[in-house]
């Protein structure tokens, strides 16, 4: 079965340090993979989205990139954090892009 | 701005009783799926229904998608304490960005 995790869970970092959060799926080949960012109480917003080694889309543009250095491992970055990059970061993954999305448990990031 | 609109924001209800979330969304889509999220966590994917599809059962769900109206509805039979959590719509599109676009929730409470 497949399975897809994040951490780490909860992180709180001061303004202008850098960040790295990972995510790696098992128990599949080539999936598309998305990062999210979900603000208290909101909906989901698309922050990039990889459908192979390499390749990255970015939707909005932020203080954030993302990388794929390996078929099931999909890092979310940044070099200077700022304090509106808080919030909940999601990763996810699909068979394709019309398919259902499976989950990570998610990222807490506070910015002090 | 957001393709999928939920309604409503909350709602309460007691334990047993039916629950039912509704989603709006602008543009024709493939499809539209169903998400569950429990207080901070990961989402979970609950139910896909196509374009050409009319009503869905799983389990105690029942999705229905009235292309016509451009909505969808989410009833929850026999609610539990349980499925106390925020229910997300997501629609994918037929013609733009090839990316799921969440709505904000609903964010649904079971009371014993």
């Known amino acids: 079965s497949q399975t897809i995790h994040q951490w780490p869970a909860t992180l709180v970092q001061p303004v202008g340090s850098p960040l790295s959060l990972e995510c790696t799926v098992e128990?599949?080949?080539?999936?598309?993979l998305y990062w999210y960012r979900q603000a208290a109480g909101r909906g989901l917003q698309l922050l990039f989205y990889?459908?192979?080694?390499?390749?990255i889309s970015s939707e909005v543009p932020q203080n954030l990139s993302a990388s794929r250095p390996q078929d099931r491992q999909f890092i979310l970055s940044s070099k200077k954090l700022l304090l509106s990059d808080s919030g909940f970061y999601l990763c996810?993954?699909?068979?394709?892009?019309?398919?259902?999305?499976?989950f990570g448990p998610g990222t807490r990031l506070t910015v002090t | 701005s957001q393709q999928g609109e939920e309604d409503p924001q909350a709602l309460s209800i007691q334990e047993g009783e039916n629950a039912t979330m509704n989603c709006s969304y602008k543009?024709?889509?493939?499809?539209l799926q169903w998400y569950r999220q429990n207080s901070g966590r990961g989402l979970v994917h609950l139910i896909l229904?196509?374009?050409?599809?009319r009503e869905k059962h799983s389990g105690r769900l029942r999705v229905t998608l009235d292309t016509s109206k451009k909505s969808s509805s989410l009833l929850i039979t026999a609610s539990r304490a349980a499925d106390t959590a925020s229910y997300f719509c997501?629609?994918?599109?037929?013609?733009?960005?090839?990316?799921?676009?969440f709505g904000q929730g609903t964010r649904l409470t079971i009371n014993p």
């Open positions: 996810a993954w699909s068979v394709l892009f019309t398919y259902e999305q499976y």
């Open positions: 128990g599949t080949s080539n999936p598309n």
């Open positions: 990889s459908v192979g080694i390499g390749q």
């Open positions: 543009t024709s889509i493939n499809n």
């Open positions: 229904i196509r374009s050409n599809e």
């Open positions: 997501a629609t994918y599109q037929i013609q733009g960005a090839q990316k799921l676009v």
